[in-house]
């Protein structure tokens, strides 16, 4: 049976195990991410693209989960975390802010952003996914937000360029498309 929690400080062990293990990942060159790419900024990537690699990813996921940058939804299938929602405040995520094609000017102050889906590799085509974003749905109600918001990929694409989730998925939860940046969507749901 599946059970999602909203990430505290508490499960940052679960977190970097799931990030950890090999079948979370799309593709190997995203294995250093540990979902940090929407809290660090363009500056922050210019300087240490070069290290990108060799940095200590999970020690500073780990202090970004504990402090509460990091939010989200885990998924756990028989104890085990098999999947992960990354939600957060739109304006907490510094790559975001940097988009001004992203900010309008009746923007809700207090929007929900959904940026990465991470599934284990054998619970794929499982559901995990929508149960995340299901439970993202309810708990972004619980705890007031306006809206939420959802960067879905255009068209095929494999591995790691389907991190934003499916656009069918969100159509079928009521999100509706506002705009197109390029090979992407912008999607939201007011709630």
């Not at 995520?93 to 599934?119: K, M, Q, S």
Request: proline share 3%; with cysteine; aromatic share 12%.
């Amino acid at each position: 049976m599946l059970e999602i929690k909203r990430l505290t400080p508490g499960l940052a062990d679960d977190y970097i195990r799931f990030f950890a293990d090999k079948d979370s990942y799309a593709d190997e060159k995203w294995s250093y991410c540990y979902c940090l790419h929407y809290l660090l900024d363009n500056a922050w990537y210019k300087e240490n693209v070069a290290i990108l690699e060799t940095l200590d990813s999970a020690a500073m996921a780990r202090e970004c989960v504990e402090n509460g940058r990091i939010t989200g939804y885990l998924a756990y299938q028989d104890g085990k975390p098999v999947g992960w929602c990354a939600a957060n405040t739109k304006k907490n995520y510094p790559r975001l802010l940097e988009r001004a094609d992203l900010w309008t000017a009746d923007e809700h102050e207090n929007t929900l952003a959904i940026v990465c889906f991470a599934v284990s590799r054998p619970c794929r085509r499982q559901g995990v996914a929508s149960a995340l974003l299901d439970y993202c749905i309810a708990d972004a109600n619980v705890r007031g937000y306006a809206a939420i918001e959802a960067y879905p990929q255009i068209g095929e694409g494999s591995g790691c360029r389907k991190y934003h989730g499916f656009t069918a998925m969100y159509e079928q939860r009521g999100f509706e498309m506002v705009r197109t940046l390029d090979d992407w969507v912008v999607m939201r749901k007011t709630l």
